[in-house]
Nanobody, 121 residues
């Protein structure tokens, strides 16, 4: 089994910063893309940022220049540094990983349980 465990959410004022962390644990034989999605109330889940094993990153337009995604391949971890936060960034943030396990013998999508980020104006 594979688990993605997130930490670092919370309440912050507009303009502030938060850092999210996520570590993958379990029967992992390889990890491809890692990243973060978010879901605001009454909205669909949306991609925030992803990072490949080689460090190539992708961001949704609304967070470019404010958020930075990174990973530590040795720790099976992904991070999201969020600066200049805005009230519209308020959402539940989900860690995401494309992970190979010997039980599945393929890459599959895995999700964390979600962590709340609230930005007050």
């Amino acid at each position: 089994q594979v688990r993605l465990v997130e930490s670092g959410g919370g309440l912050v004022q507009s303009g502030g910063s938060l850092r999210l962390s996520c570590e993958a644990a379990g029967s992992i034989d390889g990890i491809s893309t890692l990243g973060w999605y978010r879901q605001a109330p009454e909205k669909q889940r949306e991609l925030v940022a992803t990072v490949t094993p080689g460090g190539e990153t992708k961001y949704t337009y609304s967070v470019k220049g404010r958020f930075t995604v990174s990973r530590d391949n040795g720790k099976n971890a992904v991070y999201l540094q969020m600066d200049s936060l805005k009230p519209e960034d308020t959402a539940v943030y989900y860690c995401y990983g494309v992970i190979w396990t010997r039980t599945a013998l393929t890459y599959s999508d895995y999700w964390g349980q979600g962590t709340q980020v609230t930005v007050s104006s």
